[in-house]
């Protein structure tokens, strides 16, 4: 499985992204990482590009229901079905209207690694 | 994963605490002993040094605390300039005496408010600023000679300082009296944070322009506090936290000096800015044994002849790496014990992480509770009646030489790569350092590293709301709509001369901060000048590293 992690908006925190990605190539998927300050169309256009078989966005800096909306804009207008998450500082109420937007599943901090390779491993296999 | 609260029941602690016997390693590699004597610090320094005077283990001061205590500096800044303001007069009412603001993202990558990279971003992490205008409204009422202020600011920081020296001249200031801080440490930006723009290169030179400038110009104003912070939150160890800091501030210090600025025109007014958590006295020997370190190597490798030059001034107390979203009141306790270690440390500011910060901007309650835990050391624990009351214990004195000889070791490491400046370049730190990230969060999650709350004496804790720092989303208007106003009161003509000047400048590779400071004055924006210099020399790219 190809994930594609990447870092929208201007956000600089990367620690737990870059973690996550050690991770889950440790786990045996393919990762692709972006770096940061990545527009939602130039994430899309990559993930095309590399062919991924999900998304990964990281969100430390608040901005993460107007990313989602984005998201779910750019994704309709390009016709894509790349399926996405999202990781980083997201409070309790947020979280529905994230799923909304069509995020497939939401990470928030305090979010054991083990939970998301477990995710990604049954998602893989459904 | 152990539990004691569930799994033993009768109120044992896990043997990793109590069993006294095993190996004891700190996570600078340093195996601690169970009992330290007068044996071990035969052969140390310890005895040969006081307060204020040269190495500097016990401090920068004779007197340190005694004659006045640390600085407290808290990090605010959020929304508009305006309510910024109110902030920054609440803390100041509450006894606060010195400001260290926090810029929006969109400032500290050099955008505009109104610049579609912007969006949903404007006043969100810190004020939003545009043009010289937002500062006079962000400072109004502050008398800009009782507090001092402190810029966080690093990518777009030449614009920032450019803006506070020009408020100052208006406000009537004579800058060659002006203090403050400009963080503006932008080689540990490629490290962590993240908020670079420019080249490595480029970016150390536009450092190097406001340290020369200030040496000649602002010669009270610190115009660079390194940050070993950002690189610890960044996965390095305490060793390497100090010695990629001093390797930092080594390399402008070598820039600056090319410029023809004496060693003790400039570096008295470099300072650092340290994370704390972990080991109490690891910590508390890596501040001390640094601070000899960093004398020995402005005084022997610069022959600097200034004491001065050889001090090691710190912003320390804040660290949000060891802070949990778990039991998140915990991290009030372990604020308090960051602050001791702080003043024991002998820190000139202090700054704590607020307990909510592992999730929101500190609401006004958690900022509050901050300032009054450093109040509460200050005036309710003795903590400034005598200087450096660690000095002499067996155990510390034994670390702190510990820690001189393995950060010089580490500082070693790092020329071995070429210097810092090409290890960053080539992505060499960032990739060491990340790894170790990565396997510090296996040995959290794995239970090897005891995080109360996290991994031992967890509660089952069903999702809760919380409170949050409310986001204004109407600032984003409000910020554009001002600076819509501006750009059509401000004189366009002079605004074009000033930034077509500072081209010029650039590619004539001259010192920017003047034709920056002409610039601000009037009112072109922080977007305006830094595209100008990005036209020049072009933007960073990441290399990526995990």
Redesign the interface.
């Known amino acids: 499985m190809k994930i594609l992690l990447s870092k929208p908006g201007l956000d600089g925190h990367d620690v737990g992204v870059k973690v996550l990605a050690h991770a889950l190539r440790e786990a045996g998927f393919d990762i692709f990482y972006t770096g940061l300050r990545k527009s939602i169309e130039e994430i899309v256009n990559q993930a095309r590009e590399v062919n991924a078989d999900m998304i990964g966005l990281s969100i430390l800096s608040g901005t993460h229901v107007i990313i989602c909306q984005r998201m779910q804009e750019v994704l309709d207008e390009e016709g894509v079905t790349i399926p996405w998450l999202v990781g980083g500082n997201i409070p309790l109420e947020d979280l529905e209207m994230m799923e909304g937007c069509g995020a497939t599943a939401i990470f928030p901090t305090g979010t054991k690694i083990d939970e998301v390779v477990t995710f990604l491993k049954e998602y893989q296999t459904v | 994963m152990k539990n004691p609260d569930k799994n033993e029941g009768n109120g044992k602690l896990p043997n990793l605490m109590t069993d006294d016997m095993k190996k004891v390693l700190l996570e600078s590699g340093i195996e601690v002993k169970s009992l330290y004597t007068k044996e071990d610090v035969e052969k140390s320094e310890a005895d040969h040094n006081l307060p204020g005077e040269y190495p500097f283990t016990r401090g920068i001061h004779p007197l340190m605390y005694r004659k006045r205590p640390f600085t407290i500096r808290q990090y605010a800044g959020f929304a508009s300039p305006e309510e910024t303001n109110k902030r920054f007069k609440f803390l100041i009412e509450n006894g606060q005496t010195g400001l260290n603001v926090a810029f929006d993202?969109?400032t500290?990558?050099g955008?505009d408010s109104d610049n579609p990279?912007?969006?949903?971003?404007v006043g969100?992490?810190g004020m939003a600023v545009d043009t010289l205008d937002d500062f006079e409204i962000a400072f109004d009422g502050i008398d800009l000679d009782k507090i001092t202020v402190s810029l966080t600011i690093n990518g777009a920081a030449i614009v920032l300082m450019a803006m506070y020296f020009a408020l100052a001249e208006k406000r009537g200031f004579d800058i060659r009296t002006l203090r403050g801080t400009a963080q503006n440490d932008i080689l540990k930006?490629f490290i962590?944070?993240?908020?670079w723009i420019f080249p490595v290169g480029t970016s150390v030179k536009l450092v190097v322009d406001t340290v020369e400038y200030c040496a000649r110009n602002v010669p009270k104003y610190s115009p660079v506090s390194v940050c070993g912070y950002h690189i610890r939150?960044?996965?390095a160890n305490p060793v390497q936290e100090m010695a990629y800091a001093f390797s930092i501030a080594k390399a402008y210090t070598d820039e600056t000096l090319k410029r023809g600025v004496d060693i003790d025109e400039f570096a008295s007014r470099l300072s650092f800015n340290f994370d704390i958590y972990g080991n109490l006295f690891e910590q508390i020997a890596k501040f001390r044994g640094g601070r000899r370190l960093w004398a020995k190597i402005i005084r022997e490798e610069y022959r600097a002849k200034n004491d001065r030059s050889s001090w090691m001034r710190m912003i320390a107390g804040g660290g949000g790496g060891g802070l949990?979203?778990?039991q998140p009141e915990n991290n009030i306790i372990r604020s308090a014990y960051y602050a001791l270690i702080s003043a024991l440390s002998g820190t000139q500011t202090m700054a704590l992480c607020s307990y909510d910060e592992?999730?929101?901007?500190p609401t006004e309650k958690a900022a509050e509770l901050s300032l009054r835990t450093m109040q509460i050391l200050i005036h309710e624990m003795g903590i400034c009646d005598t200087v450096d009351p660690l000095g002499g214990s067996y155990y510390v004195e034994t670390l702190t030489d510990k820690f001189e000889n393995k950060i010089r070791a580490e500082m070693k490491k790092v020329e071995a790569m070429g210097g810092i400046v090409a290890a960053i370049t080539t992505g060499e730190i960032q990739d060491i350092i990340?790894?170790q990230?990565?396997d510090r969060?296996?040995r959290i999650?794995g239970g090897d590293i005891p995080k109360v709350g996290v991994n031992i004496f967890q509660r089952e804790e069903t999702?809760?709301?919380?409170e949050?720092h409310p986001?204004n989303a109407e600032a984003t208007d409000f910020q554009v709509e001002k600076l819509r106003k501006m750009r059509k009161k401000r004189n366009s003509k002079k605004v074009n001369q000033c930034l077509n000047l500072l081209r010029e400048d650039a590619r004539n590779d001259k010192n920017l901060l003047p034709p920056v400071i002409e610039a601000v004055k009037e009112y072109a924006t922080v977007g305006e000048i830094i595209q100008t210099l990005k036209d020049v020399y072009g933007e960073y790219e990441?290399p990526?590293?995990?």
Do not use: D, M, N
């Open positions: 993202l969109p500290q990558c955008y990279k912007a969006f949903g971003e969100r992490v930006e962590g944070r993240g908020t939150e960044s996965g949990t979203k778990e592992a999730y929101t901007i990340s790894h990230a990565y969060e296996k999650q999702p809760k709301s919380v949050f986001y990441e990526i590293f995990f």
